[in-house]
């Protein structure tokens, strides 16, 4: 039997975490506002910190790399 608030928190969960990504994507989409002939080492460090944030949720989410264990 389904926990009917249970599903409606983790569809809940679901919307928000896909407005959320879609802002992400928009946000690399335009380079992260950063325009091409302004690049600095901080806007460098900037996109690394994104990668890294987001490989540290793709391997939790798909058990891979630390998380695999």
């Known amino acids: 039997m389904t926990n ?3 599903l ?3 569809m809940s969960k679901i919307a928000e975490t896909k407005t959320l990504l879609q802002e992400l994507q928009n946000h690399i989409d335009d380079h992260m506002e950063v ?3 302004d ?3 901080s ?3 900037d ?3 994104l990668l ?3 490989t540290t949720i793709t ?3 798909f058990r891979r790399g630390e998380c695999a264990e």
Do not use: I, Y
Request: proline content about 4%; hydrophobic content about 45%; charged content about 30%.
């Open 8 to 10: 409606m928190a983790f």
């Open 47 to 49: 996109a690394g910190r």
């Open 43 to 45: 806007h460098v460090g």
């Open 59 to 61: 391997d939790w989410v």
């Open 35 to 37: 325009n091409p002939d």
């Open 4 to 6: 009917e608030k249970a």
């Open 52 to 54: 890294e944030d987001v």
């Open 39 to 41: 690049v600095n080492w």
